[in-house]
């Protein structure tokens, strides 16, 4: 499983924060990086719910208040770098970059 977390500090637990990763996903198919977004997508494919979903981070962890239930953003910004990277910041992308 691999995946961004939020924070990185010493004695945090590094849990993987989906909206996070699919952003970094997203701005890799923007820049033209197709071999990178496509192995930060597949890298979290684990993690996907069998309905297409997927949570908001790995596991719950009540000291960052973050929580393993399905998060309409982190699906919303996986189908945005998967589907439709086009749909936003057009004005950023690199020729020729397209989904992943």
Known sequence: MRGCTARIEPGLDRNIWFEGTFGVTHA???AGLRDEAR?????AS???AADGSWPYTLRDDPAEE?????????TAWYLLATSTPQAIW???R????GAP
């Open 94 to 97: 690199a020729p020729g970059a």
């Open 28 to 30: 890799q198919v923007t």
């Open 66 to 74: 973050t929580t393993a239930a399905g998060s309409v953003a982190s």
């Open 39 to 43: 192995i930060s997508a597949e890298g």
């Open 46 to 48: 684990p993690a996907q």
């Open 90 to 92: 057009p004005e950023c």
